[in-house]
C-alpha cells in the first residue's frame, strides 16, 4: 500500500468514528498529504469504498505522475458539481467537509447538487493525521532543515554594519532556493537593534548598526514540508545586558528541550521555559507561546502555550522557541525543531547556538 492509500486508509478511520460516510478535501495542503498533488486546482473525496481526486484537463499530465492512489476525474465543470455527474457521493448519506475551508458559496453549491444529502462542518480531521510524521515526511523535513543550517552558517558570514535587513532577508531566500528548498517556509524575519523586540517582525529598510542584536527566524519548504530556525547573533560587540540576556533564553530552551516528551502535557513543557524566564527576572518579557507543531503547514497542532489542552505524541514535530522582548532595546529568540519520542526528543536542527559576535 501506498503511503497516500495509508493515509486514505487512516482518515476512513476517523470517518467512521465520526459516523461519516465520505469527506470532501478542499484544502490544497491536505489534498496534497492525501494524494500527493502539487497544483491550484483539486478537489479530493474520501469515502469508505473508494478515493477520488477532480481537477481540470490542464492537470491531466501532473495529475498522472502524482496522483496513483485514487480515481482520477478530469472536468471543465466546476469541481464540487462534477462530484454529482461521475457519482462519487453514492450510497453516502453524511458528508464531511472542512469548515475553515469552504466557503459559504461552496456550500450552497453541494447543497444545490446534492439536496438529499447530509453535509456535516468538520474540524480538524485531517490536522489530526497530520500529529504523527510518518518516514517519508520526515526525510523531507530533516532535508528543509538541512538547507536552513546551512544557509545560516552562510548568512552570518555576510553579516555586517551597513546592510539592510531587507538585503539579509534577500540572501536567506536566494540562498535557500539555490540549495534546493521550494520556496521560504515564511517571509524571513530580520529584526536588528531596537526592532528585536517585535516577535513577528518582517525584514525592514532599516540599516544594521555594530552593536545591534539581529534575530535572524527564516526556514524552507521541501517536499511540501516546512523547517524553522531562529538565531541571534551580535554585530561588532555584545554588551553585558546583551549576554545575560541571550544566556537566559538559551537556559530556559535546554530545560525545555530536557524536558520534551511523548505524555507532557503541551502547557507544562511550555511552563518549564516561562519558570526559567520569569525566575530570571523578564517574565513578562516572555510574551508568545513556547512553540507549535511544524509540518506541511507552518503552524499547525500541537499548540505549545500555557492555554493548550493538547497532550504531547511520538512522532511529533515541534518547534521550542522561548524569547525576551524589551521595546526600546531589542530582544532575543532562540529556536528549534525537535521530534518527540517516548522516552525524549530528537534536535533536528543543528545551527550553532552560542551568542555569536559577528
Known amino acids: ?62 495529475a498522472a505522475k502524482q496522483v496513483r492512489s485514487a480515481r482520477r476525474i478530469f472536468t471543465h465543470r466546476p469541481l464540487l458539481e462534477a462530484m454529482e ?92 532556493r539555490r540549495l534546493g528548498a521550494e520556496g521560504d517556509a515564511f517571509d524571513p524575519i530580520v529584526a536588528s537593534g531596537e526592532r528585536g523586540s517585535l516577535p513577528h517582525a518582517r525584514a525592514s529598510e532599516k540599516v544594521i548598526r555594530k552593536g545591534d542584536l539581529v534575530t535572524l527566524d527564516f526556514g524552507c519548504t521541501v517536499a511540501g514540508y ?13 554588551t553585558r545586558r546583551a549576554r545575560e540576556i541571550h544566556r537566559l533564553v538559551l537556559m530556559a530552551q535546554e530545560a525545555a528541550l530536557a524536558a520534551a516528551r511523548a505524555g507532557i502535557r503541551a502547557s507544562e513543557l511550555d511552563a518549564v521555559a516561562r519558570r526559567v524566564i520569569t525566575d530570571g527576572g523578564y517574565g513578562p518579557a516572555f510574551s508568545h507561546s513556547l512553540g507549535h507543531g511544524l509540518g506541511l503547514h507552518i503552524h499547525e497542532r500541537p499548540r505549545v502555550s500555557a492555554l493548550s489542552t493538547d497532550t504531547l505524541i511520538a512522532g511529533s514535530v515541534i518547534t521550542v522557541e522561548p524569547g525576551i522582548y524589551i521595546a526600546g532595546w531589542g530582544g532575543v529568540r532562540i529556536e528549534d525543531d525537535i521530534l518527540l519520542t517516548q522516552t525524549g526528543s530528537t534536535v533536528l536542527t543543528a545551527a550553532p547556538k552560542d551568542l555569536m559576535v559577528l
Open 1 to 62: 500500500m501506498s503511503r497516500y492509500a495509508n493515509r486514505a486508509a487512516r482518515l476512513c478511520t476517523h470517518l467512521a468514528g465520526q459516523q461519516l460516510d465520505a469527506f470532501i478535501v478542499t484544502s490544497p495542503t491536505h489534498l496534497r498529504y492525501l494524494t500527493g498533488f502539487t497544483g491550484s486546482n483539486g478537489l479530493g473525496v474520501v469515502t469508505r469504498r473508494d478515493t477520488y481526486f477532480l481537477t481540470d484537463p490542464r492537470y491531466r499530465g501532473q
Open 85 to 176: 455527474e461521475n457519482r462519487c457521493l453514492s450510497y453516502c448519506r453524511r458528508i464531511g467537509f472542512e469548515s475553515h475551508v469552504l466557503t459559504y458559496q461552496q456550500y450552497r453549491v453541494l447543497r444545490k447538487a446534492f439536496p438529499r444529502k447530509l453535509f456535516i462542518p468538520t474540524s480538524g480531521v485531517v490536522e489530526k493525521l497530520l500529529l504523527v510524521k510518518d518516514s517519508a515526511e520526515l526525510e523531507a523535513m530533516r532535508a528543509a532543515m538541512r538547507i536552513t543550517d546551512s544557509v545560516y552558517t552562510e548568512v552570518i558570514g555576510l553579516l555586517r554594519p551597513g546592510m539592510r535587513e531587507h538585503d539579509v532577508a534577500a540572501e536567506i531566500s536566494y540562498r535557500q
Open 226 to 238: 516546512h523547517s524553522d530556525l531562529t538565531r541571534t547573533v551580535a554585530i561588532g560587540h555584545a
